[in-house]
Nanobody, 121 residues
Framework: QVQLVESGGGLVQAGGSLRLSCTAS????????MGWLRQAPGKEREFVAHISRTGVYREYADSVKGRFSISRDNAKNTVWLQMNSLKPEDTAVYYC??????????????WGQGTQVTVSS
């Protein structure tokens, strides 16, 4: 198993930036592909970004392409989500998740507790 803890959320004005972190403990972090997902009030959870085990492959939702960037450091057991040019519609609880087996559609096996991101207009 792997335990995931997110941090870095907060309140920011539109156009601002935040960097979310997710630190993993437990089994080997590099065994997992990682993702960020989010859930806004009254909406379903949606995919934001995904990064492969080595960090070579990255994937983004259309709504965040060009604004958000996912990265990881396996030596630090950490994955980040750099969020720039934030918009009010980015307001949500952001979750870090780990994928054990590559699959389409993606199936994340382990989840963090989430961190709140609020973007004011």
């Amino acid at each position: 198993q792997v335990q995931l803890v997110e941090s870095g959320g907060g309140l920011v004005q539109a156009g601002g930036s935040l960097r979310l972190s997710c630190t993993a403990s437990g089994r080997t972090f590099s065994s997992y592909a990682m993702g960020w997902l989010r859930q806004a009030p009254g909406k379903e959870r949606e995919f934001v970004a995904h990064i492969s085990r080595t960090g070579v492959y990255r994937e983004y939702a259309d709504s965040v392409k060009g604004r958000f960037s996912i990265s990881r450091d396996n030596a630090k057991n950490t994955v980040w989500l750099q969020m720039n040019s934030l918009k009010p519609e980015d307001t949500a609880v952001y979750y870090c998740a780990a994928e054990s087996v590559d699959s389409i559609p993606r199936v994340y096996d382990y989840w963090g507790q989430g961190t709140q991101v609020t973007v004011s207009s």
